[in-house]
């Protein structure tokens, strides 16, 4: 059968992929040689402790003054001996560090508060980082030392503004065309303070002509924080409040603001682009209907149909279900050099630049990318595109990867008019809405999960629970689950949380231990008394309560979100008629660190806290850290907060 590819330039939005072919620029960041002189309150630490409960800038209570001693007549009668005077425990602190390389920090004071500045310049640029904010503390990357993005604890606000973490900020000025009022994130991204965030900037650099004028604005291409897209495509006209300078220019150093609060980072890398003025001209075809056994053959024979062609693109006529095409022209190169270039594509393509083969039958449904060596001027190119899937729809479409993901002059990404499947999001409307799927841990089909139910409130906190282990596998927030996985096509049973997942840990939650330092049980079930008796929704609040049998104990485990939405909080209640200990495992991680008695973090990544008056227990298992507590009374609970 037979059918018609209409045309339509296609622009794709995604850009994750782009720059694969450039090489990351890390900052080791065990010495400041990378930046430029400053006071003193930039430092190179080894690491961080941030008690999430002290606000930065409050200062620790002065100690009780020492008692007063008043002369008394004296007495014949023998006094009584004093009581030792206790010292009174020392103030939490909001920050502790220890020496060593990997993280910079800025410690400001009154006197020392310098911004950092790099020692490069950069234009067009993606800059991948992990930033930790303390409580109350305030800070900001400005990209060419002239657009500000916010660094602030925003993690406890409902929504962001544009003064929030991620925000674009505004600048001060008053006169009229001079003003910008800066840019909100499109939610609130923020994690609890003193966790590490990930920051991903895709920044283009304002453009200029020969003469000096400004003929691009500077644009944000994308933002992503905790792994949530806050900005897409957003122009920034002027430079932001408190520039390095108010004018605006092709490149610019990095810069970190250094005079609002303490602010660490770590794991920074860049990638510095450029957008080259490749194109594609005296483009012909010829096109080769059926199944394409030997593609080596084609250069031997007459296509069935050809002609010349104005731009790249599959729309040459009615296209078989299986089919070839040739495409021949020049690339134009405006200087010698190695060039990134991308092939998106649905079916298979060969590409040969000169005498060289680049790309020799790649196939699949999306996208190659590879560096091609060009000499200045015209370059023979020939591209063979060709398909034996009959269920594919055409796609093609050729990239310049200098910079961001641009078509190439010339070129027409297309795609079939056929209808493609979109994604299917799951969506919590007035009432939570529970899901059961397969859940890829840590998006790891190894680790697949399952016996897994999403549960998605309407607060915007959601968690998988694991009901064949007893287990919150992991929890996030922001929107609920996308089941395309599950419900395109035939599927794969699995769904995908939307949003900044914390994975937590697999496996039982709960078991016996004959001693503190005993292994916790791997995996459970009916021959070790184990037995999942289901789940009942909570009047009140629409929820699932989990409940097991494990021998003689009764669980029933229910999982709810914090008043303010920022957490989660699990309660168990155990009715145990028999002898044996039980105990909880609560997290589980490379470290977890006691901030303060009841508040652990765990890999940094989030808290666990109670005010339970149990005995915790931090225990090193093999490569692991593991929290865990027994279960001596009829209830206990927890919280996790990130």
Request: net charge neutral.
């Amino acid at each position: 059968m037979k059918k018609t590819v209409l045309a339509s330039l296609l622009l794709f939005t995604s850009l994750l992929l782009f720059g694969q072919s450039k090489d990351w620029t890390r900052l080791e960041l065990e010495d400041l040689s990378a930046f430029q002189n400053q006071a003193g309150n930039w430092k190179i630490v080894g690491d961080i402790l941030v008690n999430p409960r002290v606000d930065i800038h409050e200062k620790p209570e002065p100690p009780p003054p020492p008692p007063t001693t008043q002369k008394k007549k004296k007495k014949r009668k023998r006094k009584k001996q004093a009581a030792p005077t206790v010292a009174p425990p020392p103030p939490p602190k909001a920050v502790e560090t220890t020496a060593g390389t990997g993280i910079l920090l800025n410690e400001n004071t009154e006197s020392l508060k310098d911004h950092l500045l790099t020692t490069w310049e950069h234009g067009d640029i993606l800059l991948d980082l992990e930033v930790m904010i303390p409580k109350g503390s305030n800070s900001g990357i400005y990209l060419q030392g002239r657009y500000e993005l916010q660094l602030l604890d925003s993690w406890e606000k409902s929504t962001a503004s544009s003064y929030d973490l991620g925000g674009i900020h505004r600048n001060w000025e008053k006169e009229k065309g001079k003003i910008y009022m800066g840019k909100a994130p499109l939610s609130n991204a923020a994690k609890a303070p003193g966790l590490w965030q990930h920051l991903t900037i895709a920044f283009k650099a304002p453009k200029f002509n020969a003469q000096g004028e400004k003929i691009a604005n500077a644009r944000f291409v994308y933002v992503d924080l905790n792994g949530i897209r806050i900005h897409e495509n957003v122009a920034v006209p002027l430079p932001t409040g408190g520039p390095i300078e108010k004018n605006e220019a092709a490149k610019g150093p990095l810069m970190i603001q250094g005079d609002h609060g303490t602010v660490a980072f770590r794991n920074i890398r860049y990638q510095q682009l450029q957008e080259n003025d490749l194109r594609l001209e005296d483009l012909s075809y010829q096109y080769y209907g059926g199944e394409q056994s030997n593609i080596d053959a084609l250069y031997k024979e007459e296509g069935e149909r050809k002609g010349e062609l104005a731009v790249l693109t599959a729309e040459v006529g009615e296209l078989d279900d299986r089919f070839a095409i040739m495409y021949t022209g020049q690339l134009v190169a405006p200087d010698k050099g190695t060039y990134p270039i991308r092939v998106n594509y649905r079916g298979s393509i060969r590409v040969r630049v000169g005498n060289k083969v680049i790309s020799k039958d790649y196939q699949g449904n999306g996208r190659t990318t590879f560096n091609v060596r060009l000499r200045k001027g015209a370059n023979d190119f020939e591209l063979t595109y060709y398909k034996n899937e009959p269920w594919w729809s055409p796609m093609l479409g050729l990239y310049d990867m200098g910079s961001f993901p641009r078509p190439i002059p010339g070129t027409s990404a297309v795609a079939s008019a056929a209808r493609r499947n979109g994604p299917i999001y799951v969506k919590v409307e007035d009432r939570p809405r529970l899901l059961r799927a397969f859940l890829d841990f840590d998006g790891d089909r190894k680790q697949r999960l399952t016996h897994t139910i999403g549960v998605g409130t309407v607060t915007g906190t959601h968690y998988a629970y694991d009901t064949k282990a007893g287990n919150l596998a992991c929890s996030w927030r922001g929107s609920f689950v996308d089941a395309t996985p599950m419900w395109n096509n035939r599927g794969d049973g699995s769904f995908r949380p939307r949003g900044a997942v914390n994975y937590l840990f697999t496996g039982h939650s709960f078991g016996f231990l004959v001693d503190e330092n005993a292994e916790f049980p791997a995996g459970l079930d009916e021959r070790d008394g184990f037995k999942n008796i289901g789940y009942e929704i909570d009047g009140a609040t629409g929820l699932p309560r989990f409940k097991y049998q494990l021998k003689d104990i009764s669980i029933s485990d229910f999982v709810q979100p914090t008043p303010t939405g920022k957490g989660l909080t699990r309660m168990l209640e155990i009715e145990n008629s028999g002898t044996e200990k039980l105990w909880l495992k609560l997290a589980e991680g490379k470290e977890i660190i006691e901030v303060e008695k009841g508040l652990y973090v765990v890999d940094q990544r989030y808290y666990i806290s109670s005010e339970e008056m149990t005995q915790f227990k931090v225990r090193k298992q093999g490569e692991k850290t593991e929290l865990l507590c027994p279960l001596e009374s009829d209830s206990f609970s927890y919280t996790l907060n990130w």
